[in-house]
């Protein structure tokens, strides 16, 4: 009995993990902001924007595709964003070795947490 227990909280668990599920026909275009530290002041970050048919939106679909599950509940980090990458439901706030994830278009926020390979996003570095 113990064990079917066990085997029940390990699905239980299992089941409650959270996921992202952007909406991947609305996302038609990226921007990517690169935070600057320290800012001058008055200036803005500087920002790209990717429309639909660019290498950088179909690698970026790609890749919130594949990664849908896996995340983790955010609480806190304090490593330093690298750049965000903005689209339709979503923002990614993407450091050395991990993404925060965050959408809120219909009004609920979420900030979910996941570990990447350093140089994952090199494809959108810095021009």
């Not at 979503?90 to 996941?114: A, M, N």
């Amino acid at each position: 009995m113990k064990h079917v227990s066990l085997i029940l909280l390990v699905f239980f668990l299992i089941s409650c993990s959270p996921s992202q599920n952007v909406d991947l026909n609305k996302v038609t275009r990226i921007a990517v902001s690169y935070p600057q530290k320290p800012r001058p002041v008055n200036s803005l970050p500087v920002s790209i924007d990717f429309d639909e048919n660019s290498e950088e939106v179909i690698k970026i679909k790609k890749w919130l595709k594949d990664n849908r599950d896996g995340w983790k509940e955010y609480v806190v980090t304090s490593e330093k964003t690298l750049l965000r990458v903005f689209g339709y439901g979503f923002i990614l706030h993407i450091s050395k070795s991990s993404v925060v994830f965050g959408s809120g278009v219909d009004g609920s926020r979420t900030r979910y947490v996941k570990p990447i390979k350093n140089g994952e996003f090199d494809y959108l570095s810095k021009p």
